[in-house]
Nanobody
Framework: QVQLVESGGGLVQAGGSLRLSCAVS????????MGWFRQAPGKEREFVAG??????????SYASSVKGRFTISRDNAKNTVALQMNSLKAEDTAVYYCAASSSLPGIAVTSNLKEYAYWGQGTQVSVSS
């Protein structure tokens, strides 16, 4: 069974930065595609960023709304995945979730939340304008 625990959320002013971290239990962490999703009040959960390893190379994907501001990374030795968020905006306010998906062959990083079988409990990020 895979368990995910997020940390690092909080309140920050617009233009500031936060770093989210997700600790993952399980012996096959390196084989999973890892993703970050977020859900704002009254809105559907949406893909933020994802990362996978294929043929010893890293592949990432970002939502257009965060590209250039957010960076996803992972440390397979520590079973962790992080989301560095810079230049935060009020519209980034949401509960952020870490998720894991059994990776399919190839370099594509799935943004489909239905393909992520394991989820953390979420961490609140609030950006004041």
């Amino acid at each position: 069974q895979v368990q995910l625990v997020e940390s690092g959320g909080g309140l920050v002013q617009a233009g500031g930065s936060l770093r989210l971290s997700c600790a993952v239990s399980g012996r096959t962490f390196s084989s999973y595609t890892m993703g970050w999703f977020r859900q704002a009040p009254g809105k559907e959960r949406e893909f933020v960023a994802g990362i996978k390893q294929s043929d010893y190379r890293w592949y990432t994907s970002y939502a257009s709304s965060v590209k250039g501001r957010f960076t996803i990374s992972r440390d397979n030795a520590k079973n962790t995945v992080a989301l560095q968020m810079n230049s935060l905006k009020a519209e980034d306010t949401a509960v952020y979730y870490c998720a894991a998906s059994s990776s399919l062959p190839g370099i594509a990083v799935t943004s489909n939340l239905k393909e992520y079988a394991y989820w953390g409990q979420g961490t609140q990020v609030s950006v004041s304008s």
